[in-house]
């Protein structure tokens, strides 16, 4: 277990060698309290502190659009191929939540039939945690699902340390970039100053709803008809922010698009959201969630219950993002409250 | 700066169509080929039928395994693909992932009764069952088959039904929701029919494949017999965009994170019965 | 029971272009194509195009692409005939497809509004409520949009050249916009209708910092409980959404499922 130092002052030069080398993404102030992971050339250009961004690094595994297949149909059979667009990039600043969320998604992409596409651009990323010493705000529940610590996911992790960051290195590509860089290894003064920072923590970071995480499943088992579903329906607006800014959400559509050659085309998968009205209709009209309360429930159950099954963890990293996003304010946190009123085991 | 997977999920098997016949006003029947070798599917299947341009649709293989080379599909004209899909016809290429999904489980089937239940489109993946079965007839017991559908012109298959109704080995019984002047069948909901077979629940598995409204009344009717709940299998209806549980859109709302076109399309009550809908 | 899809077009389809009530915007969207539109022009054969030629066709279309609403007795008259000889009919554009800005003029007496704009001899000046193309004649596809968004018509034209429908996405500009990673307006305490707006115009207008003013239409089954919620959190007037809304959507009001 490895554990570099990197100057403050020394970062921009950090950044502009790795960018050199590959694409470097990181997050950027967007405006109105507003990030987003973008690329960038240098230091400056990072917020270092930061609220989770619009969109988590998912987007760069799975992209919002992307080609699965091109074809051609000029000859007398039909020819396809497989592609996948997958650069050399590193991906800075990515917190313990959205490292968390890229740890659920490599589940689910790579379980069989895996997805290439995912796999081969995941594994061309060198990915860099930074992580929170404090909250980011008020709709973070990190506590509740444990992701305000790391727990692996990266190459490279920084904890802020004042005038420096302190590195851990998980992985052997992490281990290259800091040796190639020649960052100096951490001393056992700045072990102590880490340790410190984590013992901290441990008196900021508090279970955000006051309710047992290890009660949760249960809840969800006797949550089906709770009344909190139709009042969140009846202000859901359908838009599909929540799943698309949630760092393990992975729903998709697929559409083929056909050149003016009419010969020509390709396949695009494009990310779908199973709050839109559409999302579980089959081709005879019927609609398997036509309410937005059984639509609102299907989301929370896809994040508290249903994964519990084949993943054994939450598929909510607590990031808050849902919650920001939502126009209609609907809440995570009070929902899963409100959830819980009644079960006891309250903490 | 693309690459190539070349062992991409996503990648299609070229299929051709070697015959293409009209089944009813909105029913194209299809046998096709494959380029690369037989489909390799079991009863209960579906296949991902990709028609270049237009888009891609789950599809139910309509013939038995037992039958090898080529496979069969019945194609109603419902959404945009299966619309266009009508047009197809015999030479014609198309793109085809899978087989994909949980088939009957006919192994556990072996020896014992088989009470058959099909309505409208149903009949379809059911088809492969049947045939399958009757290729294998000596390993199964008693077996009865019922069908329903909405008038006698929508009866799908009709020459095939015709020989089933024939033999001996087998009891056939269908009903219509409306009838016609030549019709000298029963007229009534499939339901209808279930009371008149002779069942010993224990050792009859019954499998029922139609429209979502059907298993309510089919299932109760069965309850009535005492069929246990694992013998009952159903195939259930969902969009399976992906074919591969991941795309999100054929989940089912059970507490067992079911995705229909991975996990199902078949099920037996037992397991799908926490679900808010069939 | 569905009809066979025939193959809809011979190889190099004759496509007309026409304008009834609009601003011809729509038409300079497709002039200003670009590369694009030498594929197109691979792909048909333009016989009438106002814009950009004078000829006149006098057989049948196989493909009409109508811009502009139909805002009096003639146009009517001029609409019909177009459907009665094309083979397919694309409306193009707000005018043709929703009614657009057109449609303001339904919130005042036909007279007053007639003579506001033609004077006192307005009796000499025929008109009647705007009405979109399908209100009055059949129409195979829909280009929405103000102006329309040029990958979307491409998409379309593909769709009619090869006999297939096209389906305007179902769900919110906002489904997209967040795809786009925009800054939301109502986090800069702006109102934007694209909760309430059909996508398929991959958030244009708020990819170029303007809001979304609705001029795709509305979304089949808005939520309008939800809606007025949001209105009220945000602090924003609910008369100023719904005049914003009706800059282009007031003829909904003739359509089916239209509200008032």
């Keep these: 277990m490895n554990y570099h130092i990197l100057k403050k002052s020394g970062l921009d030069g950090f950044i502009r060698a790795l960018a050199r080398k590959m694409k470097v993404c990181a997050p950027v102030a967007k405006g109105y309290g507003n990030y987003a992971f973008e690329e960038v050339s240098s230091a400056k250009d990072i917020a270092l502190s930061y609220i989770p961004t619009i969109l988590p690094p998912k987007k760069y595994f799975m992209p919002q659009r992307e080609r699965l297949l091109e074809f051609d149909i000029s000859g007398e059979k039909p020819a396809e191929l497989a592609v996948v667009d997958a650069p050399e990039m590193a991906i800075f600043g990515v917190h313990t939540c959205d490292l968390a969320g890229i740890q659920c998604l490599n589940m689910v992409f790579s379980e069989k039939p895996a997805d290439r596409n995912y796999l081969r651009r995941n594994e061309k990323a060198l990915i860099m945690g930074l992580e929170c010493n404090g909250y980011c705000d008020g709709h973070a529940s990190c506590a509740l699902v444990g992701a305000h610590y790391p727990n692996g996911g990266y190459d490279l992790f920084f ?30 003064a700045d072990m102590a100053a880490l340790d410190k920072v984590r013992e901290e923590k441990r008196r900021v970071f508090q279970n955000e709803i006051g309710v047992d995480p290890a009660l949760l499943p249960a809840i969800f088992d006797r949550g089906m008809e709770h009344k909190v579903w139709s009042e969140l329906g009846g202000r859901c607006v359908s838009c599909g922010n929540c799943t698309n800014v949630c760092p393990t959400c992975y729903c998709f559509d697929m559409a ?65 993002r849902c919650t920001r996003t939502c126009m209609a304010k609907i809440s995570l946190k009070e929902t899963l409250k409100a959830l819980a009123v009644g079960h006891g085991g309250r903490i | 700066m693309s690459e190539i997977i070349n062992n991409s999920s996503w990648r299609l098997r070229m299929g051709r169509i070697t015959a293409a016949r009209r089944m009813t006003a909105a ?24 028609l270049f341009g237009v888009g891609e649709a789950p599809v139910s293989v309509c013939s038995s395994p037992t039958r090898r080379g080529r496979f069969e599909l019945t194609v109603r004209a419902a959404g945009r693909l299966t619309t266009h899909m009508q047009t197809l016809k015999a030479g014609d290429w198309v793109g085809i992932r899978g087989p994909f999904g949980r088939p009957f489980p006919v192994k556990l089937m072996i020896g014992n009764d088989l009470l058959l239940v099909a309505g409208g489109l149903g009949i379809a993946p059911l088809r492969s069952l049947i045939n399958y079965v009757m290729d294998n007839r000596r390993e199964f017991g008693k077996v009865d088959i019922l069908l329903g559908c909405k008038t006698p012109e929508d009866m799908l298959f009709g020459d095939e039904v015709k020989a089933w109704e024939k033999r001996l080995d087998v009891n056939f019984s269908c009903t219509v929701d409306r009838g016609a002047p030549d019709w000298k069948g029963n007229v009534g909901l499939i339901t209808s029919l279930i009371p008149g077979v002779t069942i010993a629940p224990e050792r009859t598995f019954a499998v029922v494949v139609g429209p979502p409204i059907m298993y309510k009344f089919v299932i109760a009717e069965l309850a009535a017999k005492r069929v246990p709940e694992r013998q009952i299998i159903l195939s259930l209806e969902r969009h399976m965009k992906c074919g591969m549980g991941k795309c999100g859109h054929c989940q089912i709302d059970h507490p067992k994170n079911y995705y229909c076109c991975k996990d199902g399309p078949t099920f037996t009550y037992e397991e799908v019965k926490a679900a808010s809908r069939l | 029971m569905k009809k066979e899809t025939k193959a809809a077009v011979p190889a190099k389809p004759k496509v007309a272009f026409f304008d009834l009530a609009c601003c011809e915007g729509c038409q300079l969207q497709v002039a200003n194509l670009g590369e694009a539109l030498l594929d197109i022009l691979g792909a048909i054969d333009v ?5 950009v030629m004078s000829e006149k066709w006098d057989k049948d279309y196989d493909i009409a692409i109508v811009e502009g609403s139909i805002t009096d007795a003639h146009a009517e008259e001029r609409i019909k005939k177009i459907r009665a000889r094309s083979k397919i009919l694309i409306a193009y554009g707000s005018c043709a497809t929703i009614g657009g800005v057109n449609g303001m003029k339904n919130g005042f007496e036909l007279d007053e509004i007639r003579r506001y704009v033609y004077g006192k001899d307005y009796k000499f000046f025929d008109s009647a409520p705007t009405r979109p193309v399908h209100q009055v004649v059949k129409v195979d596809y829909f280009v929405h949009g103000c102006p329309i968004y040029p990958p979307e018509l491409i998409e379309v034209l593909k769709c009619a050249l090869r006999g297939i429908p096209y389906t305007v996405p179902a769900s919110p500009v906002c489904a997209e916009c967040k795809l786009n990673e925009n800054v939301c307006m109502y986090e800069r305490g702006i109102s934007c209708l694209g909760p309430w707006t059909k996508a398929g115009c991959n958030s244009w207008c708020v990819n170029n910092g303007n809001i979304c003013y609705g001029c795709r239409g509305e979304v089949k089954n808005p939520a309008l409980a939800a809606g007025a919620d949001v209105i009220a959190r945000y602090g924003l007037k609910a008369e100023l959404v719904k005049n914003k809304f009706e800059m282009y959507n007031k003829c909904k009001e003739g359509d089916a499922d239209g509200r008032r």
Excluded at chain 1, 162 to 175: A, P
Aim: aromatic fraction near 12%.
């Design chain 1, 159 to 188: 904890t802020d340390l004042g005038d420096r960051f302190i590195i851990h290195v998980n992985t052997q590509k992490g281990e290259d970039v800091a040796e190639g860089l020649k960052l100096p290894r951490a001393t056992p």
């Design chain 2, 27 to 50: 029913e194209k029947w299809f046998e096709i080929e494959l380029e690369d070798g037989d489909l390799e599917h079991e009863p209960g299947q579906f296949v991902q039928v990709e």
């Design chain 3, 47 to 51: 016989v009438e195009f106002r814009e």
């Design chain 1, 256 to 320: 083929d698009t056909i050149n003016l050659d009419m010969k020509t085309g390709h396949r695009t998968r494009t990310w779908d959201s199973c709050q839109l009205e559409n999302f579980a209709v089959v081709a005879g009209g019927e609609n398997f969630r036509k309410l937005r309360a059984e639509r609102q429930r299907h989301r929370y159950y896809r994040k508290f219950k249903y994964p519990l099954e084949k993943f054994y963890r939450f598929f909510c990293t607590g990031c808050g």
